[in-house]
């Protein structure tokens, strides 16, 4: 088996050397009857060539995002990544080592990961920031949680246009833990009256922006009523790419900023793994969950890097921690980290610029579209739009023309009467005929 | 220039000793590497990405105002500022990387380069599942053989990593509970002594107490003390088995036993179960969740610390209460189920994550499984034991073992007892490994041993190199016992950087870069 250096000979004489007669003596504390005799009923070894024709074949069966006009999105956005980004997150001394443990063997990671909290900081226009998440969905029930040792209260206002799945991670995690969750109706519009959900009773308020049917949210008053009642103010964002153009939570008055970073760096990868940024204010840094990076000496009066405030984590304070997270997103945060440096402020801005603007002249060419109305007054690189009859059946139709339009509401939100609502995402990777390839499929379709 | 005199250069009569600092502080390939915020600047980009014609923005009042502050490289200075970051990184593929409990195995390239098939790695979560039909099958298949590898009825595929998958498998035990009317009484998960910190976290997130089981002499958990500990109170033991002393649990049987008897659940840590592929199934031990670390036993890389990913595989009693979403075959068709309703039973409780868990680590794990196959996975981890026992008798005649010459599975623990007095700690002596360009294996975990130390070598190293280390770590005990302290007080001498002041970190973090306080100019030039 080509993984595997010992040979026959080597374990025959390792055996002899340990004093094993077989190797099943090594397994003497198994009881007998559990011992499997028989291999188990898979397949055999196969070579490097049947394995990559099997999962090809796999692979072969799915429509890549960029053989087709695509604008799905939904807390998942398709962007360029720069071919150096995956190079580099293949250095074997990057994909190859472990959490780091040992700080004088692990300055890369650690330097990496400080610099990564010091983007995701300024980018959400936050103090600090952590050395990231599982995701976005996780992080955000990981804000609640501890948005809850902060106020000492336990219950949570969730907005309605906060994404369904992050929703039900966190009403999941907080129904566990015996916490009290508020979730507002979905709100297509952003109309909803948050303000007249928060008294001295709530821990915090969870909002999206942009939310998850586009539409930009000003948070300050929001924030202001939060901080009124002692409350917490969690903004929530899917598409890392919209603050390098729209005012980050930070400067609108969040305590914690959390998100998706998937969308900078790394790949759809159906689903995972992605990466969440965790953000929040100095004076709850002791609060945080996650892995933090921090600066300090070494015997020589040297500059690196090492994990802090370990009193937090797991490992030290067993069921006392802040949360039971021992692992981050590492690589992830690195391919977010060396795209970022790639961009830059201005590359960022950019590169948010033609997102926003792709967006806005497929908003304006559906509009024209006969049986399409387009919800949104404001958004960034996504926008709802309502379309005669079901938008769940009309996407379908449209996949097997060869486009991906979007992602049905009901998808998100089955049975909840949202039957025609369609959500549209446009990045800098969808072409003037991309565009029109849609709207010409959506016309005929919507003409029927 | 070539070196047109053709004369090969010498080493030079007699090398005189030179320690003289370097203009830049590099040495040689060891290069010191300022942070980006320090040299990059904004207005440089290593993306050539054109402006948008002028269009009328629909922002509303929220274009950003305040300023980014992010710092640009061009491409060449982004691949240099990297790679030299790289470079000060230990990893598996530069050495044994022995870290007891964390599983350090080759990570296959083969399994990179499937990840990034543009059919698994460039499809959307959310796409119509018309066109994943290929991604749902890969889950499929991987599932079905995690089932066949631990014995299990049904498994969960989305969290995303171990820690997370504990909470799944927490999370699924207080759902049957709650569906048998007990999930108010049944407050009490019991932990051995020596369990992983995540178990007890984990219980107490979700409201659970925690009972302490203390271990036997011989780092063992006892039937009797389970029994005992067992009331009508107990929901749950979580139990790591092979546990984090490295020894599998001989009353496992009986341990899952007596929990059902009380009524109770029995979630394993599969942490370590690198050690038993193809020679145990743990659910015909009596397991009914047990979290499987793809990023341990089936290779795919730790990236430094994540991602991972951490399937939960549950027995019969539980698997009604998986998660959303649910994998379900019609015909030829897959299909993803979110809503609870659908799936019939009603029982399931909630959702762990925002999509189906981490695609790309199941193209990698599946990758790894395929090419073993049965033969290949059960002799991965009879070596992973053989190499493990070679090293533990390799040193237990010059360090100490607590439970003296008891064979071990795919981990050798040693304590600190030979060290008491010599003026050399644990981890003094880890970090001495350092300078023989080792990894230090995990320290000072499992608790319940003094001054641990955890070494688990895989079934990736050949006898070379197994025994090369042993006679490092044999010389290292040596060089103890014959008071030689220098070796080790100051260690490492070598690495990229001396010993790092982890306390001065945690009493004034310094958690992201600030611009230096300007100076001002009067003053400097006073």
Request: overall charge negative.
């Amino acid at each position: 088996m080509r993984y595997l250096p010992l040979t026959p000979e080597d374990r025959t004489s390792m055996l002899r050397r340990i004093g094993a007669p077989d190797i099943d003596a090594l397994f003497a504390d198994v009881p007998a009857d559990k011992l499997l005799q028989e291999l188990p009923d898979l397949p055999r070894r196969k070579s490097e060539l049947e394995v990559e024709r099997t999962l090809s074949r796999m692979a072969a069966r799915n429509v890549a995002a960029g053989s087709v006009p695509f604008f799905v999105g939904a807390g998942a956005y398709r962007h360029h990544v720069p071919a150096s980004v995956d190079h580099l997150i293949q250095r074997s001394e990057f994909l190859t080592s472990y959490t780091p443990y040992q700080p004088e063997i692990a300055q890369g990671t650690l330097q990496m990961l400080f610099e990564f909290q010091t983007q995701v900081a300024n980018l959400t226009g936050m103090e600090v920031a952590n050395s990231s998440m599982y995701d976005g969905s996780t992080g955000c029930a990981e804000a609640v949680l501890m948005a809850h040792r902060i106020t000492r209260r336990k219950k949570a206002v969730l907005s309605g246009g906060l994404h369904p799945h992050y929703a039900e991670v966190v009403r999941t995690l907080s129904r566990m833990a015996g916490d009290d969750v508020m979730t507002m109706a979905p709100d297509v519009l952003a109309g909803e009256d948050m303000l007249a959900c928060i008294d001295k009773t709530v821990s915090c308020v969870v909002v999206q922006t942009p939310d998850v049917f586009g539409n930009l949210r000003d948070l300050n008053a929001l924030a202001a009523k939060c901080h009124e009642n002692g409350a917490l103010l969690i903004a929530v964002f899917t598409e890392a790419v919209s603050l390098g153009l729209i005012e980050p939570p930070g400067a609108m008055g969040a305590d914690i900023v959390v998100g998706e970073g998937q969308s900078i760096g790394n790949a759809l990868n159906f689903g995972g793994p992605y990466v969440g940024l965790f953000a929040t204010r100095q004076k709850y840094v002791r609060q945080m969950p996650g892995r933090l990076a921090g600066q300090t000496l070494d015997a020589n009066f040297e500059r690196g890097f090492v994990l802090t405030l370990s009193t937090r984590e797991q490992h030290i304070r067993r069921e006392k921690a802040t949360s039971n997270i021992c692992t981050n997103s590492g690589l992830c945060a690195l391919a977010f980290s060396i795209h970022m440096t790639l961009l830059g402020e201005s590359g960022l801005r950019t590169l948010a610029r033609v997102n926003h603007a792709n967006a806005v002249k497929l908003a304006d060419m559906l509009a024209r579209v006969p049986g399409v109305e387009v919800l949104n007054e404001t958004f960034f690189n996504e926008f709802t739009i309502r379309v005669k009859g079901d938008a769940g059946q009309l996407v379908e139709r449209l996949a097997a023309q060869g486009i991906l339009a979007g992602v049905p509401v009901s998808r998100l939100l089955p049975r909840a009467g949202f039957d025609d609502l369609l959500l549209i995402a446009s990045t800098e990777t969808n072409t003037d005929e991309d565009r029109a390839a849609l709207v010409a499929a959506l016309s005929s379709q919507l003409a029927h | 220039m070539l070196n047109n005199q053709g004369r090969p250069t010498g080493a030079g009569e007699s090398a005189p000793a030179y320690n003289r600092k370097t203009f830049t502080g590099n040495r040689a390939l060891q290069t010191r590497e300022a942070l980006i915020f320090e040299i990059g600047r904004p207005e440089v980009s290593g993306i050539d990405i054109d402006e948008p014609e002028a269009f009328t923005p629909r922002l509303g009042a929220l274009a950003r105002k305040t300023p980014l502050d992010l710092p640009g490289l061009s491409e060449p200075e982004t691949m240099r500022h990297y790679v030299r970051l790289s470079q000060k990184n230990y990893a598996i593929d530069a050495g044994l990387y022995p870290l007891g409990s964390c599983t350090m195995k080759h990570n296959p390239r083969l399994n990179e380069k499937l990840a990034r098939l543009p059919g698994f790695a460039d499809v959307h979560p959310l796409q119509p599942t018309s066109t994943v039909q290929g991604a749902l099958e890969l889950i499929e298949v991987l599932s079905g053989w995690l089932m066949e590898l631990t014995g299990a009825h049904a498994v969960a595929m989305s969290p995303k990593a171990g820690a997370h998958g504990e909470l799944c498998g927490m999370m699924a035990i207080k759902a049957a509970l709650a569906a048998r009317g007990e999930g108010s009484t049944r407050k009490v998960v019991l932990v051995p002594d020596s369990a992983h910190g995540t178990n007890p976290a984990t219980a107490a997130l979700i409201g659970f107490e925690v009972r302490a089981i203390p271990a036997r002499e011989d780092g063992t958990v006892s039937a009797q003390a389970v029994r005992e500990a067992c009331g009508p109170d107990v929901a749950a033991i979580m139990l790591t088995n092979p546990n984090t002393c490295g020894l599998f649990e001989p009353e496992v049987v009986e341990i899952a036993a007596a929990i059902h008897e009380a009524g109770g659940y029995f979630y394993c840590d599969g942490a370590n179960f690198n050690a038993i592929v193809g020679k145990v199934r743990p659910v015909d031990l009596g397991v009914d969740a047990m979290h499987i670390n793809l990023h341990k036993t089936f290779s795919t890389p730790h990236g430094g610390g994540g991602p991972g990913a951490g399937p939960v595989v549950l027995s019969e009693a539980l698997a009604p209460f998986a998660p959303a979403p649910f994998l379900r075959r019609m015909g030829a068709d897959l299909e993803i189920l979110t809503l609870v309703e659908e799936t019939g039973d009603g029982a399931a409780f909630g959702r762990l994550t925002a999509f189906h868990g981490q695609m790309g680590m199941f193209v990698r794990a599946l990758s790894y499984m395929m090419s073993h196959g049965s033969d290949g996975l059960r002799q991965a981890s009879e070596d992973a034991v053989l190499n493990a026992n070679y090293v533990r008798v390799g040193l237990g005649d010059v360090m100490s073992a607590p439970f003296g010459d008891r064979p071990c599975m795919h981990e050798a623990l040693f304590d600190d007892n030979w060290l008491k007095g010599t003026g050399v700690t644990t981890l003094d002596f880890a970090k001495a490994m350092i300078d023989e360009g080792y990894h230090p294996m995990t320290m000072y975990f499992p608790l319940v041993v003094s001054g641990a130390m955890l070494i688990e070598p895989t079934e990736s190293e050949s006898r070379a190199s197994v025994d090369l280390f042993i006679m490092t770590l044999r010389d290292l005990t040596f060089s103890v016992r014959r008071g030689e302290l220098e070796r080790f007080s100051g260690a490492p001498y070598y690495a990229p950087r001396r010993r790092l002041d982890e306390t001065r970190a945690a009493r004034q973090p310094i958690l992201r870069w600030t611009p230096p306080a300007p100076i001002i100019e009067d003053e400097a030039a006073e």
